[in-house]
């Protein structure tokens, strides 16, 4: 199979692009013993507007740290496009690989990351599409009093311990393998991250209070309402390593080590519901299972 692949080495950082196939995506090999930091916690903005589709944060690497990439909400290259996001994997030989994140019709696997608001660490619940419009679960999205008329409430349960780690493999790491249905999806055909989601990734590397060294693993800037835009309205700061009293895990992103997500997910292939227009939603308090935090 014909490569036009290269290394590339720069401040320990070797960028290797796999472009043979469509599906390839990004891949960033990193020569540091140190792993990503953990995750953050934060409040998921408002949406936008319809149609508008979340991308959990992530830390990313440059020339002098870790630096936080803030969630934010963007659109679709097309209807019927599902983002998979990126994720931090360990090597045998002591390298971290960063997986890049990808758009394409079904969700892959994302090293079994709890990214928080649909993103469980295997598929996706924040929603569907049906047709060309986006149908949301608000049971994990924000859409605050955004006229958003596509709707459903879907509580979702995982009975497994839930933790901030924002890696795969290695000492500490997430032991999360591909499902079957992940592993078909990487043989799916790929759409590269938007020019606004590169845009926002370089907007982030540029700004020094987002380095792990500046913010020690609390960024004041954890997610925005608008992708590249980090001043304004729709700024969220990270609520630090313990969760506030009112807390929910499916709501707010990953818990710290040792509780458990109580956010009930239902089983669905590729971790999209099934495609049918949920019953209309009447404004009520959810019924909810297991352990609550109060």
Known sequence: MRRSCHAVAL???????????????????????????PLPVYVQPVIPGPDYYWTPGYWAWGPDDYYWVPGTWVLAPAPGLLWTPGYWAWRDDGVYIWHAGYWGPRVGFYGGVNYGYGYTGSGYYGGYWSGRVFTYNIAVTNVGSVHITNVYSKTVINNTTVNNVSFNGGAGGLAA??????????????????????????????????????????????????????????????????????????????????QLNTAKVASMPGGRPPQHKPPQYKPKKPEREGPQNK
Request: aromatic share 2%.
């Open 11 to 37: 401040l320990l950082l070797i960028v290797m692009f796999a472009c043979a196939e469509p599906s390839a995506a990004q891949v960033v090999v990193v020569r540091i013993v140190r792993p990503p930091p």
């Open 177 to 258: 393998k591909p499902t079957a249905d992940e592993a078909a999806a990487a043989k799916d055909k790929h759409i590269a991250p938007t020019a606004l989601q590169t845009q926002h990734e370089h907007a982030a590397s540029t700004n020094h209070a987002l380095l792990a060294s500046v913010n020690n693993g609390k960024p004041s800037i954890a997610a925005t309402a608008k992708a590249a835009q980090f001043s304004g309205q729709g700024i969220i700061a990270a609520k630090g390593v313990h969760p506030a009293k009112s807390w929910d895990a499916a709501k707010l992103g990953p818990k710290p080590p040792g």
